[in-house]
């Protein structure tokens, strides 16, 4: 017992002397993270070693990427239908706060003329300052709108472009893992490795450019995109909608 507690302190001294060493020698410290590096990554001459050991693990990290751009398309189609389903109800608001707005105008210039508030505006009795309002705020509705159909199409086309950049990526992903596993049985039948470089490198730059892909950007609410900020007075606007 006493033997084994003495080797366990050397192995304690040794691994604080390599520790501090570590840190304080730059060449002792560049020669062990080579050492990590050649012992916990695929660098070429590992893939040399074990060929097969390299494809198939490429070939797990195909399907996990796949994976991946299958929730990141259906996250985007979900966006993308919310956005057009709100883009129809935009477009419906504007018919009707349009045609209200006409219809309110043309009652506001025929009692004006008549002399003959208060009015009735879809069976609802208004007065001259009641309807003056319902007329803004009708025009300001409007405004909002059109401020917000704009920037939804934008963001349409913005999703519609993510999922076609998602779409060509799944499929280079799928040739890729459809190339590893004709090459896997190669791999097992000869020792050339000679190939494997390209597809290493090829590989490398896949998982490099489909994170990008991958990870998702902030898609901006209705309620930014369609923020309005109106500072002039009600009477200021209402002389506006009136000689438009």
Not at 63 to 68: D, E, G, M, R, T
Not at 161 to 175: D, H, N, T, Y
Request: a neutral charge; charged letters at 25%.
């Amino acid at each position: 017992m006493e033997k084994r507690g003495n080797i366990a302190i050397v192995v304690v001294f040794i691994v604080f002397l390599a520790t501090i060493f570590y840190f304080w020698s730059d060449p002792f410290k560049a020669k062990v993270d080579k050492a990590v590096l050649q012992a916990t990554s695929w660098t070429p001459e590992n893939i040399q070693k074990d060929p097969v050991g390299y494809l198939t693990w490429a070939k797990n990290e195909c399907n996990v990427l796949s994976q991946k751009l299958e929730a990141r398309e259906i996250a985007l189609k979900t966006k993308e239908n919310e956005y057009k389903r709100n883009l129809l109800e935009k477009e419906s608001e504007l018919v009707s706060y349009s045609g209200l707005l006409t219809e309110a105008k043309t009652t506001f210039v025929t009692a004006s003329a008549a002399r003959s508030f208060p009015v009735l505006l879809r069976n609802i009795q208004l007065s001259e300052a009641q309807l003056k309002t319902k007329i803004v705020e009708a025009y300001q509705q409007i405004e909002l709108i059109n401020k917000a159909v704009p920037a939804i199409k934008n963001t349409i086309q913005m999703l519609q472009q993510q999922l076609a950049a998602v779409e060509s990526r799944k499929a280079e992903i799928a040739g890729l893992s459809k190339k590893i596993g004709s090459d896997i049985e190669l791999a097992k039948l000869k020792t050339d490795t000679a190939g494997l470089a390209n597809l290493s490198n090829e590989f490398t730059s896949i998982l490099d450019t489909t994170s990008a892909v991958i990870n998702p950007e902030n898609i901006p609410s209705i309620t930014e995109m369609a923020a309005m900020t109106a500072s002039t007075s009600a009477d200021v606007v209402f002389e506006k909608i009136m000689t438009e």
